[in-house]
């Protein structure tokens, strides 16, 4: 049974067709890579997996339920956690506080006992903060949990994106290219620490990057795009010698 | 230990604050106690548009509507039947209130829930919209709930407004209620819900990414905001004892916001401190309108001049101070002490300044 | 409902309409450009109505040096509220921006109160303004007419500034993206002057127009005006040229239309247009002419 599946998934905007009759299924445990050239669709999907879009046509689904056309929120309850491209922190809240909005959806006390302070909420308030607090130690960042998030530099901005992401318990995340903006040494330390997360936290991982390399060392299975279509997928080794995603590359290197 | 201290700390705040308005009550003339009041009033609109915009980042501009509801709530619940039908000459009042006079209590409440339940029924359609469009959606809504009081002659009197309004508001009442709604607010904003609302005013997208409900919070923040703004609506009439429609035009709504921006966005010190200091100091000019008269010079009234030396002083303040008179910063125990401590140690020597950082360390954790 | 006075209801509706949709261009050029509200644009219309009302009535100009003087002087006005309060805040929250268009429309409002005085002068149209024309039973005085054209009029200079001059042009690129236009060489100052020069000008010959429509000026008399004017931009889609002049003249002609066959709720008449308002922005959340901006994420 898989997880997560895309069944024909198309999504327009006006003239411009970004994802093209996209299928795929991920399996519980897999850490699967989504790589493609600039513009080719890949946030796109990220996107209508987490329900900022609402696909086309074609149906998402999710733990077997069908959650294509549902509001964000909804498909974060029911399990799917996702990081930014462009980081997008909540600036007025603290490092800490950052964290525990993730918790947020599942808190049961209602907002008059959040506002009396009833013992039921404070447990819970307690049980938050000491979560959040653990997850930012787990990310290696405790020890910034009342700094200002934009205070931190990127790579660790990166970090406290995905500690906020785990905040939701999710059974799947999605990473936006969390290793843009890093040298090939943070990089790899991220990538060690993606593998990390997940065993630990018992995810299945979909990860976007934008260049090859950083992917083939950790990703089993790697899903390439261009112009909104799945043009190869597979083990590295065969991605890597694909004339047709040789080809994507090269053409946009040449452009660029 | 230390939460203790600060409790006993704001509990006898409390008590001096309540001996104080004791005391102005009692000796004060009738003209500073109403403008005591009215500070209260003012705080309330304030902290109030400050939740909704300053915490939640929902631009509404609905301020003015909603206390027009409270008012007239609390108008047509403590008249006496005697007193409705002199102010309904014209045509009798709706026969459901002709006869209901009540007391003061029971009259805020009703005042600021009828105000909460318009608010959240303006704000189911108009939350759809983002940004300028919903300002401009509710400052709709808000003249159309004037409007629709200037005309609806059988229940409001129409444009004629209402007299005779007993003057139950004083300054027990209103502080009473401007404490409550800071208290209120400020608990809400500390919450895990207010965490979720800011997390909506930072980045609506990231929020709902994160399973933040959008429009569950942001209704949260209407309704809350609408009560209290319903409330003080309420306050306000049985303050002044006379309802005038056109007091309730969308230029209240504009001075609200900006006294919250002055005092500063995210800062209920800030509101309470801006809406006070605006009141006294419109009253203070007052003389400024009337002719003055030193020696033998004569100088004519002005009428105008207070509201231009007001403008005059928001456009200085939003120029030079950008964040307004607080900026995000609130008042707090912690800040006191740590303020106090570190004046004091700073004038004895400067070695012991590492040691304050750490206390104020301890201090917050 | 005779046809004669429905066309008299109708050319009253169109001439209301056009001095809404003047004065409607000045709100969106500049929302288009700074993403302000400029809530004190009302407040320049009634400057304008002042400016020409002194000019004719303590400096005896005729009409057609003191309309066009006050235009002038409008136009300046405006350009000086944008230097003063609006300029150094650009950068900042745009709440900082709104609430000095709050802070600048009490100021010429309470200023206009000091000066001028409360109470409202008689503003004398123009002779030619004033003339009785009749068309078979109905009769409509010429205002009515000479409202339409002059603003058809300045419509037409307006998009020929907008779509076929330099400074036009860049201004347009301006309110597309405003970083990348001002990247490329364009003088962002130098547009953004221009923007609230041409707004301010239109928005005082809307002013002179409305008084001469409605003859009695007051320091508030912007108040109303300028609201609406704003919700006719609105409707139209804030931001587009064209979207403020249909917004204007919709809201106009359905203004008049509606009191005129439902006398009867001639006192709700300043809530139709917000309700249009609301009920056009749950349909279309742009305004008519909008382009719809999904956010990129
Ligand atoms: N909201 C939108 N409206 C219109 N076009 C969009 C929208 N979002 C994405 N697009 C277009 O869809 C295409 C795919 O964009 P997408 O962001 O998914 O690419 P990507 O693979 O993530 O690229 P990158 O590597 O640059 O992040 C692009 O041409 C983009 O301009
Ligand atoms: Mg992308």
């Known amino acids: 049974m898989s997880l997560l599946s895309l069944k024909s998934v198309i999504k327009r905007f006006g003239g411009l067709t970004a994802v093209n009759n996209f299928s795929t299924d991920l399996q519980p445990g897999e850490l699967c890579a989504l790589i493609g050239p600039n513009g080719s669709g890949k946030t ?8 900022i879009y609402a696909p086309t046509e074609g149906k998402i689904f999710f733990d077997d339920r069908d959650i294509s056309g549902k509001k964000p929120n909804e498909i974060t309850r029911a399990g799917i956690a996702r990081t930014f491209q462009n980081i997008r922190l909540f600036k007025g809240l603290n490092v800490l506080e950052n964290v525990m909005v993730g918790h947020h959806l599942r808190l049961k006390s209602d907002p008059f006992s959040a506002v009396f302070q009833l013992p039921g909420y ?11 607090y653990e997850l930012l130690q787990a990310v290696n960042l405790a020890h910034l949990a009342d700094k200002e998030p934009t205070a931190l530099p990127y790579g660790q901005q990166r970090k406290l994106e995905i500690a906020r992401a785990l905040a939701t318990h999710p059974k799947l995340l999605l990473l936006d290219e969390p290793a843009a903006g890093m040298n090939p040494q943070e990089a790899e330390e991220l990538m060690e620490f993606i593998l990390h997360i997940l065993k630990n936290f018992e995810l299945t991982i ?21 112009h909104g279509e799945q043009i190869a997928e597979g083990v590295p080794e065969i991605i890597q010698n694909d004339p047709r995603v040789i080809e994507a590359y090269l053409g946009v290197t040449e452009n660029a | 230990m230390k939460i203790k201290r600060n409790t006993l700390l704001t509990l006898a705040a409390l008590a001096v604050f309540y001996g104080l308005l004791a005391l102005a009550e009692n000796t004060l003339n009738t003209y500073w106690v109403r403008i005591l009041n009215l500070c209260a009033v003012y705080t309330i609109f304030a902290v109030t548009f400050n939740l909704i915009f300053g915490y939640t980042g929902q631009f509404s501009l609905g301020h003015a509507g909603f206390a027009a509801i409270g008012a007239y709530v609390g108008a047509l619940l403590t008249l006496s039947p005697a007193q409705k039908q002199a102010n309904f000459f014209l045509q009798p009042i709706l026969p459901f209130l002709a006869n209901v006079e009540m007391p003061f209590l029971p009259t805020l409440i009703i005042a600021g829930l009828l105000a909460a339940l318009i608010g959240s029924l303006v704000a189911w359609p108009a939350l759809r919209l983002r940004g300028d469009y919903l300002a401009i959606a509710t400052l709709g809504f808000s003249e159309i709930i004037r409007i629709f009081l200037v005309n609806w002659q059988p229940l409001t009197n129409g444009a004629m407004g209402l007299k005779g309004i007993p003057e139950y508001t004083n300054l027990y009442w209103s502080w009473g209620a401007a404490i409550v709604t800071i208290f209120i607010v400020k608990r809400l904003i500390d919450s895990s819900y207010g965490r979720a609302m800011k997390a909506i005013r930072d980045d609506e997208v990231a929020a709902e990414a994160l399973g933040v409900n959008l429009f569950k919070h942001k209704i949260m923040a209407f309704a809350v905001s609408a009560f209290f703004i319903g409330v003080a609506g309420a306050l306000f009439s049985n303050l002044i004892s006379t309802i005038d429609p056109k007091v309730f035009l969308f230029t209240l709504t504009y001075q609200i916001v900006g006294i919250t921006v002055m005092g500063g966005m995210g800062s209920l010190t800030g509101s309470a401190v801006a809406a006070s200091l605006y009141t006294i100091f419109l009253e203070l000019l007052r003389p400024i309108e009337s002719q003055i008269t030193i020696g033998s010079l004569m100088i004519p009234g002005r009428p105008g001049m207070r509201m231009v030396i007001f403008s005059l002083l928001l456009l200085f303040v939003i120029l030079f101070y950008r964040k307004g008179l607080f900026g995000q910063k609130e008042f707090s125990w912690d800040w006191l002490i740590g303020f106090l401590r570190g004046k004091n140690r700073k004038m004895k020597t400067s070695q012991t300044l590492g040691s304050t950082g750490a206390a104020d360390k301890e201090n917050k954790s | 409902m005779t046809f004669e006075l429905f066309l008299q209801h109708l050319a009253n509706g169109i001439s209301l309409g056009s001095l809404y949709a003047l004065i409607a261009i000045g709100y969106t050029m500049v929302y288009g450009i700074l993403r302000l509200i400029n809530f004190a644009h009302g407040d320049v219309v009634m400057l304008g109505a002042y400016a020409a009302f002194y000019g004719a009535a303590l400096f005896l100009l005729p009409w057609y040096i003191a309309f066009p003087l006050a235009i002038i002087i409008t136009a300046a006005l405006g350009v000086i509220i944008e230097r003063i309060a609006y300029k150094p805040l650009r950068e900042y929250p745009r709440i900082n921006l709104f609430t000095a268009a709050v802070a600048v429309s009490f100021l010429i409002e309470n200023l206009g109160i000091v000066i001028f005085g409360g109470r409202p002068f008689a503003f004398t149209r123009p002779e030619f303004m004033d003339v009785n024309l009749s068309f078979g039973k109905t009769s409509i005085i010429s205002y009515t007419f000479i409202i339409i054209i002059t603003a058809g009029i300045l419509f037409a200079i307006l998009l020929y500034l907008v779509n076929k001059t330099k400074a036009g042009m860049a201004m347009r690129a301006l309110s597309k993206d405003i970083e990348t236009t001002g990247l490329v060489g364009v003088n962002t100052d130098r547009i953004i002057m221009f923007t609230f020069a041409l707004g301010s000008a239109l928005a005082a010959a809307g002013g002179i127009l409305w008084a001469t429509k409605f003859p009695q000026i007051n320091p508030l008399m912007g108040v109303m005006p300028g609201l609406k004017a704003f919700i006719a931009a609105v409707l139209g889609g804030i931001g587009n040229i064209p979207g403020a002049m249909i917004g204007g003249f919709l809201l106009g002609i359905s ?42 994420v």
């Open chain 1, 44 to 51: 796109t999907i990220f996107n209508l997996i987490t329900g």
């Open chain 1, 122 to 132: 404070m447990a819970e308030d307690r049980k938050m903060h000491q979560e959040a």
């Open chain 1, 206 to 226: 979909f990860l976007i990057e934008h260049q090859m390399r950083v992917v083939m060392g950790i990703c089993p299975r790697i899903i390439v795009i261009d």
């Open chain 3, 255 to 296: 203004e008049i239309l509606i009191v005129a066959f439902l006398p009867s709720l001639s006192g709700y008449r300043d809530a139709f247009a917000f309700a249009i308002l609301i009920l056009l922005l749950l349909f279309r959340p742009n305004g008519i002419m909008g382009e719809v901006q999904a956010e990129k």
